[in-house]
């Protein structure tokens, strides 16, 4: 039987159709964390030659969607920020690792790592989730 945790992002990643369209492969999920990686297209970049922020921030975004619901209660961004630290462009491949800091009853908060190929850092995201008195269903 798969983990609650993977249950759990089956559900989430069946409807979201970004990270699908983002081409996100999950690689890992468990309780608090989630390692996602994916590929920089050429529809990804802009007038620079270079991914648009954006890309990076969405894959990590996505991985902090998925590691604070992982715990199996429904948890939603509150406030987010990233630092990018190293361009991207078109055939990088990139990875994302949440990790939970905290985890309260109501408030989580998670730093991700967003990686290129040679495990440098390319950018950094913080991200504090609410918590709701909902569960999810994965029977």
Request: neutral net charge.
């Amino acid at each position: 039987m798969k983990k609650k945790a993977t249950r759990i992002v089956d559900q989430m990643m069946e409807k979201d159709f970004f990270s699908q369209w983002l081409g996100i492969e999950r690689m890992e999920e468990r309780a608090g964390y989630c390692l996602l990686k994916m590929v920089i297209r050429e529809e990804m970049c802009n007038g620079f030659g270079i991914a648009h922020g954006g890309i990076a921030y969405s894959l990590a975004d996505s991985a902090l969607a998925f590691a604070s619901n992982s715990h199996g209660k429904q948890a939603v961004s509150i406030e987010t920020s990233i630092s990018h630290i190293k361009p991207l462009k078109k055939g990088d491949n990139i990875i994302a690792i949440a990790e939970e800091m905290s985890c309260s009853s109501r408030v989580g908060n998670y730093l991700v790592r967003v990686e290129n190929e040679n495990q440098e850092l390319v950018a950094l995201f913080n991200g504090v989730v609410f918590r709701k008195d909902i569960n999810w269903n994965i029977e």
